[in-house]
């Protein structure tokens, strides 16, 4: 019944069918009609309360509607309304949450659920949430229908649940997920056929299809972008299942031209008649739809050797027409319950995630890569951010917490506080050292967006300061027409993307998906404009100086590391010729985008020459001397500096900052989540790099993991006052081949703030004991440990964590540095809190190790292949077991005697007996403690 209701509201909007479906809804609803038009204003009218619900356990929830002047569209108006929402919720005061109603005169509408969050134990009517449904006419809304159609209204917590925008990414994740494994294989017949490529090529293939979907994926946002007229970026006739019946052949005969022939060329450079309504369409920069002479199999013609089926895109952009999509990117504090930017990050972490015939493995552990959640990303970004605008501003960490919060700004800032912190992020550099998909660098633009608009909302304060700094004349005429539209959004983040943020990744497929979540985000807040020339969109930047795909890990050797083996480029003018070819690349297109090109590549060359010349023979022997970076590939300093090519697609294996960025002075912040890959990893997957990572790394000792290199690395990429955040596993606080990581942080005092989560899994897919590691270049002498005991309210928690606030899910407990003990080979870490800190000292002090007690201590049963040997048990019978293999994907039974209780890591748990969820296949008879 409610559902029936709910679709007369989509297909006939008015309040009495509203009315009627809160009705159908909940019996605990109660119509209650107010007039509220003092909240009405010049972009609001006939505000009216509807009703009320009373959940039985005494929260309350008010329902209001108000009619939106001028229309309803995707970011019409969003912060307005959020903002009348708030207001009436502080001033009403008596109820714990609002559903609040903008519609429009065309049965258009925006369905909010907003509540405060609490502060520790207290609720708080200045930290809110606020989660949206935009129902459109020209959509299925099949995801409201459907999540609100079928939820129970019995508490507010439900409630939320229908508003759960993490289900919805998952949903929508599995349908990409299939389309994916229908193109690259997995575990079914290949639909899609490459040029030229083995069929046991399974990268080529998985990049292809990840390279495809993002792009797609990416059209598709631009098709939801619109002018006032509601006309989009890309038409519909292009881009929709209906395109793809009437277009046979699609692939080559539309979508391959709307990347390679559209979106990649100027209007006046097109074909006629290339695409109908092509030039509608904009030329979009930026590299992005740049074709892969190899990988894309495209060079100015379509090779129809290369075949996608119809079917696949008539089914796939089915899927994609059945969910709405925003163009905005959610925060954690104001998310619309649909399809948003971010989520391609989720799409590329994931889709990696495939099997590894060699190793039979996922490729996400191969690689050791792992996707962050967004509420980690923002705990780590604010804490990052608020010690370097305490050290570099000089302002207070309250207000700073206050400008990094989603709420009004505070109006107690001078302005000569507020230019020191324009100047302060002016200059700010920030890397992500494995990158991924992006998360953090976009969690920075954000963050710094989010305060620039705070204290200096039209960029008058800026404008002051920096303008006249700027060299590029192309970039300083922008920036003037924009302001002058008043678009200062788009200027802010093209000015915080020029200058501050940067990121590595060894895979180039992730450095491409990480630009392209920076190019959303920037045509996010361009002002369409149907009448004026490219319809006002100007070309994108160009990001290869911002993120690049190279190994983070190998340094090229420098005169710090050897003296005589390489001349420091830094005393020449080259060097400056350089930065501003670099500034002036950044918003190039055309002709002189490929002018400044091939002057970075002359100027390069001429370094190298000049040095050449004037190096004695001594000198110039030792710089042509080959450099070993591993056992099996040896190469010259000036191989490797010609292995960067910074216009092609190519990884390099070596990076460095000055090189390839023109970062000479490091960087203020160092963030990110490293890869997780133990020793043996490494050696299946990077045998070649396995010597130089011992020979370079003070923490690649013994059983090693990835992780502890990164960890070592960013600290080295920090300048002396820099910050260092990262997301890692905390066994090598205890294990023993942490030992030289410890003393490496402890020697240089280097720990500032440690976040545990102690049995709490941050990684969904994955059995991994997670800290939050934040280190300083300068030496402290005290840090924070904080113990988060769940993440079930894990945004509500880490908000709580940020100002210290008492919070029953998290304990807080300031430690001073840890010291070297000259008495101990080994300095393990032991940061207990409260009681658990009490009963650890009481072991210590008086309990045996198993080290006293045993004379060796062997590692587990090792199977080398869990994945065959290992059963989840199902159910047991008398004489058999029912379990799930993860080998043959399917239920199977097993006589008892055939297996034995398998216990792994997992299983065990603090002051909780060890339960065996698993069995190993084990044919063997132990007799007098062999097998048999």
Avoid at 31 to 48: K, M, T, V, W
Avoid at 396 to 413: I, K, R
């Amino acid at each position: 019944m409610s559902e029936d209701r709910l679709s007369r509201v989509v297909e006939d909007f008015n309040y009495r069918n509203l009315n009627l479906f809160f009705r159908s809804k909940c019996e605990n609803f109660a119509e209650a009609p107010g007039n509220l038009s003092q909240y009405d204003d010049e972009r609001f009218n006939d505000f009216q309360k509807l009703g009320e619900i009373r959940f039985d356990n005494g929260d309350k929830l008010v329902i209001t509607a108000s009619l939106v002047i001028g229309g309803l569209s995707e970011r019409t108006g969003k912060k307005a309304q959020y903002d009348k929402a708030k207001k009436i919720l502080r001033e009403l005061a008596v109820y714990d949450a609002g559903f609040f109603i903008y519609h429009d005169n065309s049965g258009n509408f925006r369905f909010s659920l907003i509540y405060g969050q609490a502060e520790g134990t207290k609720k708080s009517w200045s930290n809110f949430r606020r989660f949206t449904y935009l129902v459109s006419q020209d959509q299925t809304n099949k995801t409201f229908r459907m999540r609100v159609g079928e939820c129970i209204f019995s508490s507010l917590e439900n409630v939320k649940d229908a508003f759960s925008v993490e289900k919805v990414n998952k949903e929508f994740y599995n349908h990409i997920a299939e389309f994916f494994y229908r193109l690259t294989g997995y575990d079914r017949k290949r639909e899609m056929k490459l040029p030229s490529v083995s069929d046991d090529d399974k990268k080529t293939y998985q990049e292809f299809a990840v390279r495809l979907i993002g792009r797609t994926i990416f059209c598709w946002f631009l098709k939801h972008k619109k002018s006032v007229a509601e006309e989009p970026l890309v038409p519909k006739g292009i881009l929709s299942s209906d395109s793809v019946y009437i277009n046979k052949g699609y692939y080559h005969n539309v979508l391959e031209k709307l990347f390679f022939e559209v979106l990649n060329t100027p209007q006046e450079q097109r074909k006629e008649d290339i695409l109908p309504d092509a030039d509608r369409i904009p030329f979009l920069n930026g590299g992005l739809f740049e074709p892969h002479k190899v990988n894309d199999f495209y060079n100015g013609q379509p090779q129809y050797n290369l075949v996608i089926p119809d079917d696949w895109f008539e089914q796939f952009f089915g899927i994609l027409e059945q969910y709405n999509f925003t163009i905005d990117e959610n925060s954690s504090v104001d998310a619309d319950v649909s399809v948003d930017p971010e989520m391609l990050g989720r799409i590329f972490e994931n889709l990696l995630a495939e099997v590894n015939p060699e190793t039979g493995e996922t490729a996400r552990k191969s690689t050791g890569s792992y996707y962050t959640p967004r509420t980690i990303v923002d705990y780590m970004v604010d804490q990052s951010l608020k010690r370097y605008l305490v050290a570099e501003a000089g302002i207070d960490e309250n207000t700073v917490n206050g400008l990094l919060s989603y709420e009004d700004p505070d109006s107690t800032l001078t302005d000569r506080e507020k230019n020191t912190i324009i100047a302060a992020l002016d200059e700010i550099k920030i890397i992500d050292p494995a990158c991924g998909s992006g998360a953090f660098p976009m969690g920075i633009l954000h963050k710094i967006l989010l305060i620039l608009e705070k204290i200096d909302p039209e960029m008058k304060l800026w404008f002051k300061q920096k303008f006249g700094s700027i060299d590029d004349a192309l970039l300083k005429q922008e920036i003037v027409e924009r302001l002058e539209k008043e678009n200062w959004e788009y200027i802010r983040k093209l000015l915080i993307i020029r200058k501050s943020i940067y990121g590595v990744d060894i895979q180039t497929i992730a450095v491409e998906i990480s630009k392209l979540r920076f190019f959303l985000s920037l045509i996010v807040d361009e002002k369409i404009d149907d009448k004026a020339k490219y319809r006002g969109v100007k070309p994108l930047p160009n990001l290869e100086f911002k993120f690049v795909a190279a190994n983070s890990l190998i340094k090229l050797p420098t005169p710090d590391t050897n003296k005589k083996a390489l001349i420091d480029f830094e005393d020449t003018e080259s060097i400056k010729d350089l930065a501003k070819i670099r500034d002036k690349y950044f918003t190039s297109y055309g002709a002189d985008k490929i002018k400044a090109e091939q002057e970075f590549s002359a100027t390069q060359k001429k370094m190298f020459e000049f040095y050449l010349q004037n190096l004695n023979q001594e000198q110039r022997n030792l710089i042509g001397a080959v450099k070993k970076i591993n056992n099996n590939v040896g190469k010259t300093v000036t191989q490797m500096l010609s292995e960067w090519e910074p216009f092609t697609f190519k990884q390099c294996d070596w990076f460095d900052s000055k090189w390839m960025f023109g970062v000479t002075d490091n960087f203020d912040i160092v963030i990110g989540n490293p890869p997780y890959l133990r020793v043996q990893g490494i050696q299946q997957t990077q045998p070649e790099y396995m010597s130089y990572y011992r020979d370079n790394y003070q923490s690649a000792k013994g059983n090693f993991d990835l992780y502890a290199l990164f960890i070592e690395r960013g600290y080295q990429l920090l300048n002396s006052k820099g910050q260092f955040a990262y997301i890692v596993p905390h066994k090598f606080f205890q294990a023993s081949f942490g030992e030289a990581l410890r003393r490496f942080l402890t020697k240089r005092g280097a720990l500032r703030e440690v976040v545990r989560f102690g049995s709490a899994q941050v990684f969904e897919e994955s059995t991994t004991y997670t800290c939050l590691l934040f280190l300083g270049a300068e030496h402290g002498s005290s840090f924070d440990m904080l113990e988060v005991k769940t993440l079930d309210r894990g945004e509500e928690v880490l908000q709580a964590a940020r100002t210290r606030t008492k919070h029953p899910d998290y304990a807080f407990e300031p430690y001073p540095e840890p010291a070297i003990s000259q008495n101990s080979k080994s300095i393990e870490w032991d940061f207990s809190i409260g009681e658990d800190k009490r009963i650890v000292e009481r072991l210590q002090q008086h309990s045996l190790t198993l080290a006293d007690v045993t004379r060796k201590i062997f590692v587990g049963l090792q199977t080398s292949a869990d994945k065959i040997y290992v059963l989840k048990i199902l159910d047991e019978y008398t004489d058999s077991l029912l379990c799930y293999s993860n080998y043959f994907e399917e239920e199977v039974e097993i006589e008892r005697g055939l297996v034995k209780l398998f216990l792994m890591g997992k299983d065990v748990h603090r002051y909780e007996p060890a339960k065996a969820r698993n069995v190993v296949i084990f044919p063997y008879i132990i007799r007098n403690g062999r097998l048999s």
